[in-house]
T-cell receptor, first 113, second 114 residues
Framework: DAKTTQPPSMDCAEGRAANLPCNHS???????VYWYRQIHSQGPQYIIH???NNETNEMASLIITEDRKSSTLILPHATLRDTAVYYC??????????????FGKGTLLTVNP | DAGVTQSPTHLIKTRGQQVTLRCSPK?????VSWYQQALGQGPQFIFQ???????QRGNFPDRFSGHQFPNYSSELNVNALLLGDSALYLC?????????????FGPGTRLTVT
């Protein structure tokens, strides 16, 4: 699995966009970028994933650079409830539940009032 | 839908003892994975069960074992507990033919070894 690099922490004002970067310079052509988050005292929660095109869902947007060596998770209007550790994970394939998730330390996003 | 449930919520054990943690997957899911999360670290994969068999295993010693029952629920057993086994143990369920986006995690069991 390609390794990822994320800043250990970030701050964001409530109501503003939160942009969380992730570097994955050794990513392979068949590896997807996944984002999970973990709110304090809860299990991780899936947010979004993508291969090379930008993706958007009800939770966030994912922007992947053209060379696929980095990506940015965007929370368009951060709320206090978005305070969590955000994990960027790179993994082969989307099919088959027999793929384990390899978590790094992630980025602690603190949304301030 | 209750989602993924785990029991107990908290547990305190002494070094050398054995512990069993339990997980009930989200309704309709057939695959269970277990993760260990030490304080300040990301979750680390222990193993995965599907069709009552261990399908994949992370870098954990044989002291860590598991079981999956016909109703898809699962147990994680840890023998000869060490202080370093103190952690949050997370269970994740999914459908075997779904990808990584279909993982649902439980709230975890906090194990403290004294």
């Amino acid at each position: 699995d390609a390794k990822t690099t994320q800043p250990p922490s970030m701050d964001c004002a409530e109501g503003r966009a939160a942009n969380l970067p992730c570097n994955h310079s050794t990513i392979s052509g068949n590896e997807y970028v996944y984002w999970y988050r973990q709110i304090h005292s809860q299990g991780p929660q899936y947010i979004i994933h993508g291969l090379k095109n930008n993706e958007t869902n009800e939770m966030a947007s994912l922007i992947i650079t053209e060379d696929r060596k980095s990506s940015t998770l965007i929370l368009p209007h951060a709320t206090l409830r978005d305070t969590a550790v955000y994990y960027c994970i790179v993994r082969v394939g989307i099919g088959g539940s027999n793929y384990k998730l390899t978590f790094g330390k992630g980025t602690l996003l603190t949304v301030n009032p | 839908d209750a989602g993924v449930t785990q029991s107990p919520t908290h547990l305190i054990k002494t070094r050398g003892q054995q512990v069993t943690l339990r997980c009930s997957p989200k309704s309709g899911h057939d695959t269970v994975s277990w993760y260990q999360q030490a304080l300040g670290q990301g979750p680390q994969f222990i193993f995965q069960y599907y069709e009552e068999e261990e399908r994949q295993r992370g870098n954990f010693p044989d002291r860590f074992s598991g079981h999956q029952f016909p109703n898809y629920s699962s147990e994680l057993n840890v023998n000869a507990l060490l202080l370093g086994d103190s952690a949050l143990y997370l269970c994740a369920s999914s459908l075997f033919d779904r990808g990584l986006s279909g993982r649902y995690f439980g709230p975890g069991t906090r194990l403290t070894v004294t």
